[in-house]
T-cell receptor, first 112, second 114 residues
């Protein structure tokens, strides 16, 4: 069935290192992808998005890569900081649908 | 704008009682979503409104759940009667018309049914 899933449930990185969080999706019709960050006790917060007509998009310290051939999405965080510790979700939608389907999330822990 | 506002932040109720969760979307947004988050099932879409009209309620668990959007600035999610398995964090989100579909989330309501 349709699903958006994550490769790893947890990821620990040293402060200052780069982080890479991965996500797989199964529906080839998915055409819009978003990464959200959720801190404890808060709602998901938008980080960066990408459309299927692109394979890379950069923001401030974050880069999203999209590989449509293998239906894989990744979020790269440069120079990871303690404030980056959170759960990261990928989400997707397709066509005219506005509702998002979320993956299961990856817990990122930044070690001092 | 203050963002999506949900109330209450926390709700503890006894099994069998009626629970009403409230949401005020961001002004100008025409899509509103109710999500439920649990450890076991993650973030699940319950229902989605567009221009105050329910578009997709396939995620609503059962008849005990109902949602309304009487106007563009207010929505409710009601559970009657509540059960312990309804315990979760319920999020409301809204998004604006146009090409981008990013949804802005509220802080959530943590519901505990005992």
């Amino acid at each position: 069935g349709e699903s958006v899933g994550l490769h790893l449930p947890t990821l620990s990185v040293q402060e200052g290192d780069n982080s890479i969080i991965n996500c797989a999706y199964s529906n080839s019709a998915s055409d819009y992808f978003i990464w959200y960050k959720q801190e404890s006790g808060k709602g998901p917060q938008f980080i960066i998005d990408i459309r299927s007509n692109m394979d890379k998009r950069q923001g401030q310290r974050v880069t999203v890569l999209l590989n449509k051939t293998v239906k894989h999405l990744s979020l790269q965080i440069a120079a990871t900081q303690p404030g980056d510790s959170a759960v990261y979700f990928c989400a997707e939608t397709r066509g005219s649908a506005r509702q998002l389907t979320f993956g299961s999330g990856t817990q990122l822990t930044v070690l001092p | 704008d203050a963002g999506v506002i949900q109330s209450p932040r926390h709700e503890v109720t006894e099994m069998g009682q009626e629970v009403t969760l409230r949401c005020k979307p961001i002004s100008g947004h025409n899509s509103l979503f109710w999500y439920r988050q649990t450890m076991m099932r993650g973030l699940e879409l319950l229902i989605y409104f567009n221009n105050n009209v329910p578009i997709d309620d396939s995620g609503m668990p059962e008849d005990r759940f109902s949602a309304k959007m009487p106007n563009a600035s207010f929505s409710t999610l009601k559970i009657q009667p509540s059960e312990p398995r309804d315990s979760a964090v319920y999020f409301c989100a809204s998004s604006s018309p146009g090409q981008r579909e990013e949804a802005f989330f509220g802080q959530g309501t943590r519901l505990t049914v005992v």
